[in-house]
Nanobody
Framework: QVQLVESGGGLVQAGGSLRLSCVAS????????MGWFRQAPGKEREFVARINWSGGGTSYVDSVKGRFTISRDNAKNTVYLQMNSLKPEDTAIYYCAAPANSYTSGSNPNDYDYWGQGTQVTVSS
């Protein structure tokens, strides 16, 4: 059973930083891509960033490019999302996600089969 547990959310002022962590268990972490998504009230779940199995390939939604960085530590079964220069529009519940297949590595939430419980990020203006 794959389990994903996020942490690191909180309340921060605009311009501040947070680092989210997601610890995975239940299978060989290093074989799979990982993704971060977010969902704001009244909006659909949105892709934020993804990283391939080795950490050598990443991609981001345009709105966070240059501000957010996704990374992973396969020895710790952990994926991170470093968020800098936060804006009020970044306020959302952030979820990490993992696909069932080792060859899946997209930005579509439907490509991901396992989800964490989410961590709230609130950015005040």
């Amino acid at each position: 059973q794959v389990q994903l547990v996020e942490s690191g959310g909180g309340l921060v002022q605009a311009g501040g930083s947070l680092r989210l962590s997601c610890v995975a268990s239940g299978r060989t972490f290093s074989r799979y891509a990982m993704g971060w998504f977010r969902q704001a009230p009244g909006k659909e779940r949105e892709f934020v960033a993804r990283i391939n199995w080795s950490g050598g390939g990443t991609s981001y939604v345009d709105s966070v490019k240059g501000r957010f960085t996704i990374s992973r530590d396969n020895a710790k079964n952990t994926v991170y999302l470093q968020m800098n220069s936060l804006k009020p529009e970044d306020t959302a519940i952030y979820y990490c996600a993992a696909p069932a297949n080792s060859y899946t590595s997209g930005s579509n939430p439907n490509d991901y089969d396992y989800w964490g419980q989410g961590t709230q990020v609130t950015v005040s203006s």
